[in-house]
């Protein structure tokens, strides 16, 4: 926007002032004693409480899982938000079904250039997407479908129509990355992550998919693959949707062999992948696979609280403010002898940071026009069951959702003159975010790794998918006071010691300072939101416009 037309609203938002227009047109006021309610004392306070050894790691369905949600609904309650739940209660229940694989150690394959029996773990991981004791794939043939995206906003359809039911689909994670006008470039969207390509592949009946893994498509390496494929894997029970029977990973020697077994040569089919004109080549090679599947169920809760609007037309509408309250439990000792999988920084720090704009929203006058939900979720952890089992159902009707401000993994190493927006690009919410963060001296700047499709990996994504608009932002790397390159140096060093390790515990050395700000910051922008006149949008094209559209079209009377 330029600086004269800038101007020219100023002066429409001044008259509409003189002529007496509703509050809620008029710029929200910064409201700074509402922000020193956000402090970092209060916030350690609420890590070290979710974040003790007695939490035992809050992985579902645990007595520690049980603690922190009583713990923050209370929390809640005394801020002043009242139940959000439905029926008065501060609590969302949620079922998981928990699946686990069983006596599956080996998958054979068989075409015209021999066989090949590949192993659990060393070459292929997978699990079932069938909620059923036993899943039995019977000479299902092998088709390569690139790709695997439709997206009609880009004019791409790998599948062109092609007969894929019962079929095994060998698909390539990523989306096309060599054409900054095709997909965002290099940066990754929605169509390039693995829940997009089992859904996709599904949705064209198919009996199971492999997706090939290589670390630079991945964006990490086989072993983080092995890790979240291995064990109990949870989800919402079923509820009709078309669905897999194997879903898995190959490595990328396992998946040259498997083309050679069909006379395919692997860099040919991936060149072709990369052609609009592609269609889906049957690799000649045929599988029959059969394995049990333990099946069980958790129960767990998302935690709601709501201030309700001020204003009788708006207070229907909501911001909403998530982060995820579960964290991975208690698993294998480390070199300490440490069991505990305490999650501090991921993501006891995201729930202190909503529990801190909870408190400076109940001190803010006037009341927001809009209500605010501070909703904390279950299951992240699991493949963002909570967020997802929300999302579909709601306890603000879709439509009337203004946004969602997503808080996973706070700023522990002190201030930074830059803020990162995770997914840059998206929404005008990253427009409210440049002007409060200039109201804070700092600029706004893209995530160091937008390859890696980080927007895709926490809860903001849920409320994305059905259209909500989502913002998850975090400090940048330029810390005041360090030297160039140490921001990166200790993410790094963070990812290597302590990610999802017993070791995510508050340290000695943490400095929330920079938390304060991001969490200042982000009162600031549903602030915004909350007073605004018009709810936040999706910019134009934007591969979630078109589920926003729809959900607004369906609300009818919903968000404006
Ligand atoms: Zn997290």
Redesign the pocket.
């Known amino acids: 926007m330029s600086s004269a037309f800038r101007h020219t609203l100023a002066c429409v938002a001044l008259l509409l002032g003189v002529l007496g227009v509703s509050a809620a047109a008029a710029k929200p006021s910064a409201s700074p004693a509402a922000q020193q309610r956000i402090s970092a004392r209060a916030m350690l306070q609420d890590i070290a409480v979710l974040a003790a050894d007695s939490m035992e790691g809050r992985f579902p369905g645990t007595a520690g899982d049980r603690m922190a949600r009583g713990y923050l609904a209370r929390r809640l309650q005394a801020i002043g938000f009242e139940p959000g739940g439905g029926d008065g209660s501060w609590e969302q229940p949620i079922t998981l079904v928990g699946l686990t694989t069983r006596n599956l150690d080996a998958w054979r394959f068989a075409g015209p250039g021999g066989e090949a029996v590949f192993r659990w773990r060393e070459d292929f991981i997978g699990g079932s997407g069938a909620q059923a004791p036993r899943v039995s794939i019977a000479d299902a043939e092998v088709v390569f479908v690139g790709y695997g995206i439709q997206a009609p906003e880009f004019q791409w359809d790998d599948f062109k129509g092609a007969d894929l039911k019962g079929k095994i689909l060998l698909i390539l994670n990523n989306d096309p990355d060599w054409d900054p006008a095709l997909f965002a470039g290099s940066k990754r969207l929605f169509y390039g992550r693995w829940d997009y390509k089992y859904d996709a592949a599904a949705r064209q009946g198919a009996a199971g998919a492999i997706i090939l893994h290589t670390e630079e498509s991945a964006g990490y390496g086989w072993n983080v693959v092995q890790r979240s494929w291995s064990g109990t894997l949870f989800e919402l029970p079923a509820a009709g949707e078309a669905r897999l029977g194997f879903k898995s990973w190959l490595t990328e020697a396992a998946v040259r062999r498997l083309c050679a077994l069909g006379g395919k040569d692997l860099d040919s089919l991936l060149a072709a992948a990369r052609r609009r004109e592609f269609i889906p080549v049957p690799l000649g090679v045929r599988t029959s696979l059969a394995f049990d599947v333990a099946v069980d169920t958790t129960l767990t809760a998302n935690v709601v609280g709501v201030l309700p609007g001020s204003d009788p037309r708006l207070r229907d509408e909501a911001v909403i403010y998530s982060a995820?309250h579960d964290h991975l439990g208690v698993g294998e000792p480390d070199s300490t002898g440490d069991r505990i999988d305490n999650g501090a920084a991921?993501?006891a720090s995201g729930c202190a940071q909503v529990l801190a704009i909870a408190e400076a929203f109940a001190a803010t006058r006037p009341r927001p026009a809009r209500s605010v939900v501070a909703l904390f979720v279950a299951g992240?952890e699991q493949g963002l069951v909570g967020s997802l089992y929300y999302a579909t159902h709601p306890t603000v009707p879709l439509a009337r959702i203004a946004a969602d401000i997503n808080f996973?993994?706070g700023n522990v190493l002190g201030r930074t003159s830059d803020v990162a927006v995770i997914g840059k690009g998206k929404s005008d919410l990253e427009d409210r975010l440049v002007a409060a963060a200039r109201t804070q001296g700092r600029t706004v700047t893209d995530e160091p790794e937008p390859d890696k499709g980080y927007y895709y990996r926490?809860d903001q994504l849920s409320f994305a998918r059905v259209g909500v608009p989502a913002l998850y932002f975090r400090s940048g790397q330029s810390f005041i006071g360090r030297p160039e390159g140490w921001g990166k140096w200790k993410e790094a060093e963070y990812r290597r010691l302590h990610y999802h390790q017993p070791s995510d515990e508050i340290q000695a050395d943490w400095d929330l300072s920079g938390m304060v700000e991001d969490t200042r910051l982000g009162y600031l922008v549903g602030l915004d939101v909350a007073n605004g006149a018009k709810p936040p949008a999706w910019y134009p094209g934007d591969e979630f416009e078109a589920a926003r559209k729809k959900t607004l079209e369906q609300g009818a009377g919903g968000a404006r």
Do not use: F, P
């Open positions: 995820h991921d993501d992240e996973d993994g926490s």
